[in-house]
Each structure stands twice: as C-alpha cells, then as structure tokens.
C-alpha cells in the first residue's frame, strides 16, 4: 500500500481524537489481537469497521431520486446520499458485468485479473486476490450473497466465511441457490431472498469481530422483472427522449453504422437490447420494468440500515454502494452498456461511515472500480497486494485531492457478440479519446464540457489536432503504465449474439 494513503488514514483517524497508540495497535493483526481477547472487544475490533459492499447490476448513474431522475423513487438510496458521500465521477474502467466485477474485487484493470468477457472466465484467486479474502485473512468473517456472475457454477470462493450464490444471471423467482456448497431450490422473489440472507449473516455476527458482507444483486438486470408488489408503480410515468437518441452517427466512426467491409460491423444495430429506430416510446415496458426493478433493490438497503441501526452498529460499519457499470437508456439508440460513452462507463457510488465522511458530501474527483479495493483494504489497514493498480479514495474524503488521477485508461475486449469491436480510450476530467485498435476505422474525441451527450467527434477536425494528440499520448502513457499489450491478446470468440450463454 502506498505510504500516503496508509498515513492518510491515520491522520484521518488522529483527528478522530484516537492517539497513536491506539491507531498502532489498530494496526497489528487482527488475528492475533482477537484470538487474545476473543470476548472482549479490543482496539482491532473497534476501529476496524463493519464493511458492507452492495453492487447491484446495470444501475445507471442517475437511477436514484437523490441524482434528479424524474420518476424513480428510491428513498434509502437517498438517505445514504444524505448521511454520506457522493462520488459524482465514479467509472468502471470496463462496462460489462464479468470484467467489473473481477475489478472491484481485485482492484485491477481487466488485462491484469484476465476476466476479459462474460463466458466465463474467472478470477485467478492467488495471482489476483479479491478483497474479502485478503480482509478474511486479517481476522475478518466474510460473506457472500448474491450474484458472482464468472465462471459459471454456483459453489463458493476462496475467501468466504459464509456463500450464498446463484450461477450465472440466475432468475428473479424462485431461483436456485447454493449456501455453503448445499444446492436448493428457493420460493420468492430474487432481491428480498438475498437481502434476507444478508441480513441473517448480520445478525449472527458476534461484535467482537468485524465482518466484510458483499452483497450483490441480480437487479436490476434484464429481463427487468420487478416485485410483484412494485408491478404497477410509475403508472403515470412518461420516459423523456434523451438528447442523444437521434444521433445519425455522422462524424462517427464507420463501424456504428455499418459502413465498413469487415462483416461484423454492419448491422449497427444488432447490438444487445438496442432500440429499433423510429419515434420515442415513453412508456416503453422494459425500461420502465427497470425502474420498478430497482424499488426491490432500494426496500433492501433500506433493510440493512434497520438492522444495522438496532443493533447498535450502524455508524461502525461502512456502507458503499454501486453498480457494475452503466446502462443505456436511448441514448445514441442504444440500450445494454460495453461502449465507452458516458451513460455506459459512469455508476452511481455512494458511502456511509460517519468517523470518516461528511454527510452530504460529494467528491467530483473521478474514481473508478479498481479504487474499491485498496479503499477497503486501506480502511482495515491490511496491506494492499501489488496486483493492485486503483487507489484508496480515503485522502479525497478528508479534502486531500492533491495528486489525485486527471486521467484513465478504459479497455473493452471482444465478448459474446462480435459486433462491438475491441476498444481502449482515455477519460479525462474534460475530454475524452476512443480508439478501436482492430480495425482501420476513426477515433472518437470529445469535448464533454462543450458536448456532454457526446454528439459531435472532433477526432477528424483539424483545429483539435494538438488535443488529439495529446490525448493520444496520454492513452499510450496509460497503457504502458497499467500493463495493457504485455501480455498476449486473448483469442476472440467466435459467438453471434445472441448466444446461448450468459450475457
Ligand atoms: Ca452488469
């Protein structure tokens, strides 16, 4: 773990009034400290937090009332973003499920962990450990619940104390779950069956310990099926057209219209869940079973703070909540996420934990996925491993952004459909650089001060030559920096969408 962020912490817990005594002890292996004390609670169960992770699925950024969305009423959404942190720049540093995920939990970028598509490939749990079993061998009880979506079977991962897994997508009802390596089949509804086994874990967990619960949903992913008591919610609701969604594509690079030779690329459109072109449909039924979906998902946060709060445990315990990446609504006539436009590569990302965090704070710095993990880390300070390429946002929550990222690098590898080529980019706070490396085909270059709906690509226009290079350089620089292209390129499937398997 980098120096600063170790010491940041520590400043940070100083100002908490805790003297350096206590933060060295805080600092010596939980193992050893609590199999000292195990009925007392002593400094590392005190000041190592409860950690809970909640990753729901295909959030977009602003699917929360707290962020302005016109319809969607999620009212525990918005009390964390009260009582806490907004991260208004928060990216994945690849949009599609598989990949993320495996860089949340490894805190690396996707041609680190090899986690490059959603057929099923799965982390290499010694060479790039997840967060909860490095927390797990510092003295934590881990759990799991939820959707693991990597390799596709069911059974538990290194590193859990307790599992609780569906394979695969899974199903909103009546799904079939695995706990602890015991296949069952279950009666219910898919958000409520995993928020009452996350709230089991909880409440079996004894104080003198803390624990690390990730809990991830299946919502709100395709189909959209909600809770039979949200099926009829929003019955007034009218969708608005996004600005982007009559993008004709003009200025664009010839693969998103079908005007290249290589017959993948030319049917633009059949790219997962795009919309059919033509007039706007604002009660279109997929998109408002989205929004529906997510109430399920918002009752069960609003669950966890229940019973976190009479157990007395609500403020020990850091909450961050988020999503494996974004998700179109129309924009650009797509649905489905993987391109690097912004309503695809941005996710919502809130946290709770008073000691450390402002309520109603917000943190404009742009933080990524591959940063939850080192952040976790850092918070129980156990070391973070080398694999490691994100950052602990801890020094942003204490005003400290000095040196902070100006830039990253996004990467998107071919997966299940063939139809979206390869692409690595660079997002800056203001600009933004696209380039498809197979094929002889355009960049794309924005101004997304000037052009936030991205509309207009000044890759081709003179005047932006001096940006376009510079934003080339920078693409490059990150490449190198993080790795990308030193190890061999992973052989392309050959699968037409839509594919038997998962997606
Ligand atoms: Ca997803």
Same mark, same amino acid.
């Given at each position: 773990m980098p120096t600063d962020q170790t010491f940041s912490r520590r400043e940070m817990l100083a100002r908490m009034g805790w003297t350096a005594a206590t933060v060295a002890l805080a600092s010596c292996s939980a193992v050893k400290a609590e199999s000292a004390s195990a009925h007392t609670p002593g400094p590392a169960a005190l000041h190592r937090p409860n950690i809970i992770f909640i990753l729901t699925d295909d959030?977009?950024?602003?699917? @929360?009332?707290? @962020?302005?969305?016109?319809i969607v009423k999620t009212p525990n959404m918005d009390r964390l973003r009260r009582e806490g942190v907004l991260f208004q720049n928060a990216f994945v540093t690849t949009s599609l499920c598989s990949p993320a995920r495996a860089s949340f939990l490894t805190g690396a970028y996707v041609h680190t962990h090899?986690?490059?598509?959603?057929?099923g490939c799965e982390i290499d749990h010694d060479a790039t450990p997840t967060f909860p079993r490095l927390l797990h061998d510092a003295g934590y009880r881990t759990a799991f619940v939820g959707k693991w979506h990597m390799k596709h079977t069911n059974q538990p991962r290194p590193g859990f104390d307790y599992w609780l897994a569906f394979a695969g997508q899974g199903v909103y009802n009546d799904p079939t779950l695995n706990e602890n390596g015991r296949e069952f089949k279950a009666t219910g509804y898919i958000t409520d069956l995993l928020t009452d086994y996350a709230l089991n874990f909880i409440n079996q967990q004894n104080p003198d310990q803390p624990y690390c619960l990730y809990l991830s949903h !299946?919502?709100?992913?395709?189909?959209f099926t909600p809770a039979p008591r949200h099926e009829n919610i929003y019955p007034d609701a009218q969708i608005p057209e996004p600005p982007?969604?009559?993008?004709?594509?003009?200025? !664009?690079?010839a693969w998103q219209r079908g005007g290249i030779a290589d017959p993948r690329y030319q049917q633009p459109r059949d790219v997962p869940d795009s919309i059919t072109p033509g007039p706007w449909d604002p009660n279109n039924a997929r998109r408002l079973g989205y929004l529906r979906t997510l109430s399920a998902v918002d009752d069960s946060l609003g669950r966890i703070l229940k019973t976190l709060e009479e157990r007395g445990e609500l403020d020990n315990t850091l909450i961050l909540y988020t999503s494996d990446n974004g998700y179109f609504f129309g924009e650009h006539g797509l649905g489905d996420k993987r391109l690097m436009y912004e309503e695809s590569l941005r996710i919502p990302m809130l946290m709770r934990y008073p000691p450390l965090v402002k309520p109603n704070s917000t943190v404009t710095q742009m933080v990524l996925n591959i940063d939850v993990a080192p952040t976790l880390l850092d918070l129980a300070d156990v070391p973070a491993p080398a694999t490691v390429q994100g950052r602990s946002v801890l020094p942003l929550l204490a005003g !400290?952004?000095?040196?902070?990222?100006t830039s990253f690098l996004y990467e998107y590898w071919i997966d299940l459909t063939d139809r979206i080529p390869r692409m690595v980019g660079v997002r800056t706070d203001g600009w933004k650089l696209i380039r498809y490396p197979d094929l002889q085909d355009i960049d794309e270059m924005y101004d997304l001060t000037a052009d936030p709906t991205e509309m207009t690509n000044l890759a081709q226009d003179p005047k932006y030559a001096e940006q376009h290079q510079q934003l080339n350089a920078e693409l490059n620089r990150l490449m190198i920096e993080t790795g990308y292209g030193s190890k061999p390129i992973p052989k392309e499937p050959r699968v037409t969408w839509p594919a038997k398997t998962e997606h």
């Amino acid at each position: 773990m980098p120096t600063d962020q170790t010491f940041s912490r520590r400043e940070m817990l100083a100002r908490m009034g805790w003297t350096a005594a206590t933060v060295a002890l805080a600092s010596c292996s939980a193992v050893k400290a609590e199999s000292a004390s195990a009925h007392t609670p002593g400094p590392a169960a005190l000041h190592r937090p409860n950690i809970i992770f909640i990753l729901t699925d295909d959030q977009r950024y602003d699917a @929360m009332s707290c @962020m302005g969305h016109p319809i969607v009423k999620t009212p525990n959404m918005d009390r964390l973003r009260r009582e806490g942190v907004l991260f208004q720049n928060a990216f994945v540093t690849t949009s599609l499920c598989s990949p993320a995920r495996a860089s949340f939990l490894t805190g690396a970028y996707v041609h680190t962990h090899g986690v490059i598509g959603n057929w099923g490939c799965e982390i290499d749990h010694d060479a790039t450990p997840t967060f909860p079993r490095l927390l797990h061998d510092a003295g934590y009880r881990t759990a799991f619940v939820g959707k693991w979506h990597m390799k596709h079977t069911n059974q538990p991962r290194p590193g859990f104390d307790y599992w609780l897994a569906f394979a695969g997508q899974g199903v909103y009802n009546d799904p079939t779950l695995n706990e602890n390596g015991r296949e069952f089949k279950a009666t219910g509804y898919i958000t409520d069956l995993l928020t009452d086994y996350a709230l089991n874990f909880i409440n079996q967990q004894n104080p003198d310990q803390p624990y690390c619960l990730y809990l991830s949903h !299946k919502a709100v992913h395709s189909p959209f099926t909600p809770a039979p008591r949200h099926e009829n919610i929003y019955p007034d609701a009218q969708i608005p057209e996004p600005p982007s969604f009559q993008d004709t594509k003009a200025g !664009k690079p010839a693969w998103q219209r079908g005007g290249i030779a290589d017959p993948r690329y030319q049917q633009p459109r059949d790219v997962p869940d795009s919309i059919t072109p033509g007039p706007w449909d604002p009660n279109n039924a997929r998109r408002l079973g989205y929004l529906r979906t997510l109430s399920a998902v918002d009752d069960s946060l609003g669950r966890i703070l229940k019973t976190l709060e009479e157990r007395g445990e609500l403020d020990n315990t850091l909450i961050l909540y988020t999503s494996d990446n974004g998700y179109f609504f129309g924009e650009h006539g797509l649905g489905d996420k993987r391109l690097m436009y912004e309503e695809s590569l941005r996710i919502p990302m809130l946290m709770r934990y008073p000691p450390l965090v402002k309520p109603n704070s917000t943190v404009t710095q742009m933080v990524l996925n591959i940063d939850v993990a080192p952040t976790l880390l850092d918070l129980a300070d156990v070391p973070a491993p080398a694999t490691v390429q994100g950052r602990s946002v801890l020094p942003l929550l204490a005003g !400290k952004t000095a040196g902070w990222r100006t830039s990253f690098l996004y990467e998107y590898w071919i997966d299940l459909t063939d139809r979206i080529p390869r692409m690595v980019g660079v997002r800056t706070d203001g600009w933004k650089l696209i380039r498809y490396p197979d094929l002889q085909d355009i960049d794309e270059m924005y101004d997304l001060t000037a052009d936030p709906t991205e509309m207009t690509n000044l890759a081709q226009d003179p005047k932006y030559a001096e940006q376009h290079q510079q934003l080339n350089a920078e693409l490059n620089r990150l490449m190198i920096e993080t790795g990308y292209g030193s190890k061999p390129i992973p052989k392309e499937p050959r699968v037409t969408w839509p594919a038997k398997t998962e997606h």
